[in-house]
């Protein structure tokens, strides 16, 4: 999600409907002129050299055949509209097969970067068999109702290992949240952060963060000079550059080893659990 609603939930559907109808409608109409030479039972001829009369265009059909082409193509898709919902679902498939690739390819290159470079951002077991990473944003309203199943597992699963990372994607006020939160990790009190901004039912942004890492005890001296320091920065930086490769377009994001879960579904504990069984028992495809 972003401050143009980019997010987990309808934004998603348009992502996929406007270019699958597109691509359908394409793929139909060229399907419709196979169909219509079918029909005349002769293939389409070559064209004579263009005349003032009968110009043929870059096709190799006279305005008048192409008139006709155009027409059966509008009948066929108006008498078939269900093709485009075919095409769409099988466009769809073909893109999230695409994506998963990308993933699994990232995932192979960083593997170490994606669940062991934790600094200090982790909950659960750091010595777990299986390892979930969440990538999220303080105000990303699909975050904060998706904290309570990442709180459960950690809860119910000893064995399960917790890697956070921070992806602000809703402008400066996430980014404030998150360097405080980040900063928070310096002090060993990063999950009481993240739960703490995840739990806020306002917006977040530093002040906010500030004051309730106040009430959580921590050094405040020490919390803003980290949560100022480049090396909070850069990680930051560094986490949208991992979030790119990764193709993520919204918070929040998870993976369980190198299975995909976007958004928060509202079984989501379910999910990971089911995905979690999975890992152990059949394991990565590709290292992680």
Known sequence: MTDSKRDSGGSKLMQFVVP??????????????????????????PQPAATAQQPVGSDGLSDTQRAEVEKTIEEYLLGNPQILVRMSEALEK??????????RETISESADEIFRQTNG?????????????????????????????????????????VVMKELPIFGERSEGAARVAIAAAKQGRYFEMHAALLNNRGQNNEKVALKLAENLGL????????????????????????????????TPFYLVGDKVIPGAPDNLLEVFEENIADIRKNGCTVAC
């Open 94 to 103: 073909h893109q999230n097969e695409q994506r998963m690739s990308q993933v």
């Open 219 to 250: 050094d405040m001296d020490k919390l803003r000079a980290d949560a100022s320091s480049e090396e909070t920065k850069k990680l930051i930086a560094s986490t949208r550059e991992l979030g790119n490769r990764l193709g993520i377009t919204g």
């Open 121 to 161: 951002m982790e909950a659960g077991n750091p010595e777990g068999d299986v390892t979930v990473v969440e990538f999220s944003d303080y105000n990303c309203p699909y975050c904060k109702r998706a904290f309570g199943h990442i709180a459960k597992l950690v809860e119910k699963d000893k064995k399960v290992h």
């Open 20 to 45: 699958a109808l597109l691509g359908a409608g394409t793929a139909a109409a060229g399907f419709a002129a196979f169909l219509y030479f079918e029909t005349l039972k002769v293939p389409p001829q």
